[in-house]
């Protein structure tokens, strides 16, 4: 057995579903008319977000995904990025949007950031669930943030520890038992 639980609630499946009906309204007024909005989910802890967040929208849109290597059983960051998975599709004149389950150092955003833009899409932005601004190491844009929250390390809707607690439909700082 695991000595971890997810021990605090920071956020309460009800505070995450009302901010993302609020992201999805943003998202879609930053893309007027009739414009296609193509979303690039970040694997894996951004799925519950993705799947969330596009049951808010009404805007034609499609989706991919995308994985980076993430951390290796720990809860710091190596501060090395690898590409795992790409996308299946090109990117070229499409009005694209990341949706990244956290932000930390900042360092998997800005490497995701880069190699898409050189894929020339029409237009490129963020949106993250999560982020930690005292823990970040570079300056990255990120258009839509759900929660800034502090420097402690959560599991939860999405986000795992050692692929442990990804069901959980809140958000949880990690505790010991
Ligand atoms: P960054 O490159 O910004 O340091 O880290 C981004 C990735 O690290 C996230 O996509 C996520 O996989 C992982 N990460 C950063 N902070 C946390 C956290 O508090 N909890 C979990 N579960 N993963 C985190």
Do not use: W
């Amino acid at each position: 057995m695991s000595p971890f639980i997810a021990s605090t609630i920071l956020l309460t499946a009800e505070d995450i579903q009302r901010r993302i009906v609020e992201l999805a309204r943003e998202i879609e007024r930053d893309h007027p008319g009739d414009v296609e909005i193509h979303l690039v989910c970040v694997l894996k802890g951004g799925f519950m977000f993705l799947a969330d967040l596009i049951r808010r929208m009404q805007a034609r849109l499609t989706i991919d995904f995308i994985a980076t290597s993430s951390y290796a059983k720990g809860t710091t960051s190596s501060g090395e990025v690898r590409l795992l998975k790409d996308l299946d599709t090109a990117l070229e004149g499409r009005h694209v949007v990341i949706v990244e389950d956290i932000v930390d150092t900042g360092l998997t955003l800005m490497y995701l950031q880069d190699i898409l833009r050189a894929r020339a899409p029409r237009t490129l932005r963020t949106a993250c669930l999560l982020s930690k601004p005292e823990r970040r190491q570079v300056d990255v844009m990120i258009d839509y943030i759900g929660f800034t929250i502090e420097d402690k390390f959560v599991v939860g809707y999405g986000l795992d520890f050692d692929q442990q607690f990804r069901n959980l439909p809140y958000i949880a700082i990690l505790g010991e038992s």
